[in-house]
């Protein structure tokens, strides 16, 4: 069930998120939950750049290495 959230944004935030909204041909309301989750889904996920510096970091490979292992033995626990 939805649930309703108030949000308290300065005017000048608010007249910058009604014009982007009207842009868009958006409520204002589906505007901000649109963003919202493209956001939250990007912030799930690791860029190309980022994940380059990682896979050169013979640490991270190890640690990778380590826990794929450990899944294949079963040593591991689910936290909820």
């Known amino acids: 069930m939805p649930k309703t959230v108030t949000l308290r944004l300065p005017d000048k935030t608010y007249k910058q998120v009604k014009t982007a909204a009207m842009s868009e041909n958006r ?10 989750l493209e956001h ?5 996920f690791v860029d190309d750049v980022e994940m380059s510096s990682y896979t050169r970091d013979p640490k991270f490979s190890k640690g990778i290495e380590s826990a794929l292992n450990d899944v ?3 040593k591991y626990k689910i936290v909820a």
């Open 27 to 36: 409520s204002i309301s589906n505007y901000i939950e649109t963003h919202l």
């Open 40 to 44: 939250l889904f990007e912030s799930d």
């Open 72 to 74: 294949k033995k079963k």
